[in-house]
């Protein structure tokens, strides 16, 4: 398994971290109502479900990215940084919009994307 690989199995568990710390953030975790409960979290927990949301909205495009690098025969090298940019991008991000510091967190948004946008494109 080639890290960038392993770097889809790795990042699969962020957001499962952002809710477990949305969820156990306070007090009344409800789970027969989780999206009710999630819906009126505050503050830390609140931001920690968005991180969770974005996480799914930008994780299908890395994933196939990396198919499409090894699929292109890009340099290993070359697909690995770019995988673990991104793993390391989106790790920042959960941990800079749970701890609301908005500007470094589109940051690191930013290099997560362009990490994304780098795996089509590395192997032409």
Known sequence: MTIAYLCIVISTFIPICCAGYAKFS???YNNRSPREFLAS???AGKRANFAQQNFYETFPAFAVGVVVAHLMEAAQWKIDFAAVIYVTGRVLYA???ITDQHMLRSTAWAV???ATIALY???A
Do not use: H, N, R
């Open 26 to 28: 306070t007090k009344g």
């Open 41 to 43: 979290l505050e503050g």
């Open 121 to 123: 494109f590395i192997g």
């Open 95 to 97: 941990v800079l919009y």
């Open 112 to 114: 997560a994307f362009g």
